[in-house]
């Protein structure tokens, strides 16, 4: 029984960039005119139909330039669903494109998570400007009253500065656990997962 061809890595981003092209309702003499003021030169429609059938090495302002008129990403433009083949007969699972691309749900989700807890910082940090603001007026009222700078000033203790130090602390504390997650979840990942390959290319 004969096995199944697996597509090669220009397979898949010619598959990628056929659908995403159909998508936008342009033809593939379009898209390779639309790729010159990237390029600096048009791609035949026969440029186009060759590299959507896998029949060309891709550059790397190539990518960029198809990525950016398809309205996708560089990563988007290379996952693949199934497993690729390399030039050197390395078949790639799936995941491990995936984790190379960074282009995963945990990925996606750890930084869901961090917008949502800077979108909690930033009311909080409007919260303190209107406290802050407040004061400012209090403090002018207190000074008004008492009529002196120096009495005044035993009104105003530096609450500004104790909420300014809570909401760094915050912020510092997320962006540091970001960071180190960042850069060793990856890396984790990575690992594992082209120790599994290694074996099962043998």
Known sequence: MESLKVP?????????????RKNLGISQA????RLA??????????AVSAAVRGGRAFTAVELIAIAAELNT???????????IELPGAR???????????????DSLEARLRLL?????????YKDISNRAAAQSLVIASAKAAVG?????????????SVYMSAYMGGLRHIVDEWSQAAATQPKRKLRNLRQKEDQDNG
């Open 8 to 20: 090669s890595i220009e397979e898949s981003i010619g598959s990628n960039m056929e659908a995403l």
């Open 30 to 33: 379009e898209l390779g005119r």
């Open 37 to 46: 003021s990237y390029l600096g030169n048009p791609w035949s429609r026969q």
């Open 73 to 83: 990403t560089i990563p988007q433009l290379l996952q693949s669903s199934e497993s």
């Open 91 to 105: 078949i790639m699972k799936p995941e491990h494109l995936a984790a190379v691309l960074v282009y995963d749900n």
């Open 116 to 124: 949502q807890a800077l979108t909690i910082l930033e009311r909080s």
């Open 148 to 160: 002196s700078q120096e009495d005044a000033q035993l009104l105003s203790p530096d609450e500004d």
